[in-house]
C-alpha cells in the first residue's frame, strides 16, 4: 500500500539521519587530537544503536521478509498444482502424459478444459527470483558482517584489531556493490541483455 510505503521510506531516511548526524551534536567524539584526525565514534552507546541500526535491524527486517515473500509463493505454487491437477478418463485424452510439462485439451458437453502437468512457465519464473534473492541477501550477509561485527566488539570490550584487518573487512563489505550486478545479470535476462550490448560489438 502506498502510505505505509511512504511511512517505511520516511521512517529509514529518519533512522539514517539520526544515525549519521548523532556525533555532530556531541553524542562521541569524532575527532581525536592525538591522531589529528576524524574518525568514527567509538563511544559504546552510540556504536550499539548506529550498528544495529544501520546493519542488525535492517537485515532482521530483510529475513523476514524474504521468509514471508518465500512462504507465500511455496503455498500458491501448493495450491496452483492441488486445483489444476484432476484425474480425466483415458478416452478423453488427446495426448499421451509424459514426464514434460504439458497441456491436455478434453472435450466434455461442448466445453474445453485446460490441464498443466508440472511447473507452468510463471511458477519457473518465480523460483528463480526468489533464488536470486536468497543469492543477494546471502552475498550481503557474508560481505558485511566481518565488518560490523568488528566495529560493533572494538569499543565494548576494547579490542585492539590490526588496521589491515579493519582495512580488509571494510573492503570486503564494498566488495558487495561489485557482487550484485554479477548476480542480476546471472539470473535476470534484462541485465544479461544489457551488459551484452555495452561490452560486446553488435
Not at 539521519?17 to 567524539?29: H, R, Y
Not at 536470486?132 to 572494538?154: H, Y
Not at 579493519?166 to 566488495?175: A, H, M, Q, R, T
Amino acid at each position: 500500500r502506498r502510505r505505509i510505503s511512504n511511512v517505511m521510506i520516511a521512517l529509514t531516511w529518519a533512522l539514517s539521519a539520526a544515525i549519521s548526524l548523532a556525533p555532530l551534536f556531541g553524542w562521541g567524539e569524532t575527532y581525536s587530537p592525538e591522531q589529528e584526525r576524524c574518525q568514527v565514534s567509538q563511544e559504546p552507546s552510540y556504536t550499539i544503536i548506529s550498528t544495529g541500526g544501520a546493519f542488525y535491524l535492517p537485515l532482521c527486517v530483510v529475513l523476514f521478509v524474504y521468509w514471508k515473500i518465500y512462504k507465500a509463493a511455496k503455498f500458491r505454487m501448493g495450491g496452483r498444482r492441488k486445483n489444476t491437477v484432476v484425474p480425466l478418463p483415458e478416452a478423453a485424452q488427446v495426448k499421451e502424459a509424459s514426464h514434460e510439462p504439458q497441456m491436455v485439451f478434453t472435450a466434455r458437453h461442448a466445453a474445453i478444459t485446460f490441464q498443466t502437468d508440472g511447473e507452468t512457465w510463471r511458477e519457473q519464473k518465480e523460483k528463480k527470483a526468489a533464488l536470486m534473492v536468497g543469492i543477494l541477501i546471502g552475498v550481503f550477509v557474508l560481505c558485511w558482517i566481518p565488518f560490523f561485527i568488528t566495529e560493533l566488539i572494538s569499543p565494548l570490550c576494547s579490542c585492539n584489531i590490526p588496521p589491515i584487518w579493519k582495512s580488509i573487512f571494510l573492503w570486503l563489505g564494498y566488495s558487495n556493490s561489485f557482487f550484485n550486478p554479477l548476480i542480476y545479470t546471472a539470473f535476470n535476462k534484462n541485465y544479461n541483455n544489457a551488459f551484452k550490448n555495452l561490452f560486446v560489438k553488435q
